[in-house]
């Protein structure tokens, strides 16, 4: 037997244990249940059954018959949603739909970004890991929004510089909790490994510089509407930095919102969205500015907040 021990997925919070299990580890329903009632499935230690819920911010151990492959690949899978804002011969810039990852990892098989270009026929940059060509920066699997994709050698060489160096323009709406004061400021605190749950980040002495910029859109009675300007892109920044502002993204439960809210609102995600993504092209050298809506979800949460307080 072979322990698998991983945090829950953003995407799969809130599944049955059995169909978690067979989108995590390709396993048939059948045989996540049957591990499950042999007591071989734990979160936080304790065993579950086939029908339990996975709770956000909970660590999942399995253990299997046999070792899965540490290798991940590429599933040639359509995404519906998921739509082109912008293309060219170099560079494609998708409007990516929540619970859709950027790339294949481990302990992630449901749908991802590289799967569904190569589905529609997309020739993308072949530099990077393999199941990560052509990637040149991410977005969570519970955030929806622009993500640009190099297709050519060349613009994946000059992407990701051009991240490194801080000159791409990345801007996100979030809906956070509460009202920021001052209503426009920048959160500068460095970012890493929470202290105490692996799978989650935080504010502290040891971590990264991460900087973020926000401003004031509207202010609800509960909730302000902000514009977000990353300088640095660390996972989970924006999340972290309001929530380390007790001002938590409405539905982000792993990050302190209200659980009350969220289900006010409908919401089973963070309240984010990516919606302005501006580049000089790395090839033409011409500026690139790519904007998106809010999807559904979001402007359904965002007008039952502005209506019912």
Do not use: C, N
């Not at 819920?53 to 290798?71: H, K, M, N, T, Y």
């Not at 519906?80 to 170099?90: F, K, N, P, R, W």
């Amino acid at each position: 037997m072979a322990l698998r021990s991983l945090p829950v997925p953003d995407g799969l919070a809130g599944e049955r244990v059995d169909v978690a299990l067979a989108r995590m580890l390709g396993f048939s329903r059948t045989q996540a249940a049957d591990l499950a009632a042999s007591g071989a499935v734990r979160v936080d230690g304790a065993p579950v059954g086939k029908s339990d819920r996975l709770l956000p911010e909970a660590w999942l151990e399995v253990e299997v018959p046999d070792a899965p492959s540490a290798d991940v690949e590429v599933v040639a899978e359509p995404v519906e949603g998921m739509t082109i804002a912008y293309e060219d011969d170099d560079v494609v810039v998708v409007d990516k739909p929540v619970g859709v990852a950027a790339h294949p990892s481990p302990g992630w098989t449901g749908p991802t970004v590289v799967g569904a270009l190569a589905a529609a026929g997309y020739r993308i940059s072949t530099s990077g890991a393999a199941e990560r060509q052509g990637i040149v920066h991410r977005l969570d699997v519970g955030t929806s929004g622009l993500m640009a994709v190099a297709k050519s050698e060349a613009a994946y060489t000059g992407l990701k510089r051009a991240f490194k160096e801080r000159t791409v323009d990345k801007v996100y709406h979030a809906l956070a909790q509460g009202h920021p004061e001052p209503t426009t400021g920048t959160i500068d605190a460095p970012i890493g490994r929470h202290p105490r749950h692996d799978h989650r980040f935080a504010v502290t002495a040891e971590g990264k510089p991460s900087v973020t910029h926000y401003e004031v859109l509207e202010m609800l009675p509960a909730a302000s509407l902000l514009e977000v300007h990353l300088e640095t892109g660390r996972t989970h920044q924006i999340r972290v930095h309001l929530s380390a502002l007790r001002h938590p993204l409405v539905g982000d439960l792993t990050y302190g919102a209200d659980p009350v809210l969220a289900s006010r609102t409908g919401l089973g995600r963070q309240w984010l969205h990516a919606m302005r993504l501006g580049f000089t092209h790395p090839v033409t050298g011409r500026e690139v500015v790519v904007s998106s809506e809010y999807p559904q979800d979001l402007s359904a949460a965002l007008e039952i907040l502005r209506d019912a307080y």
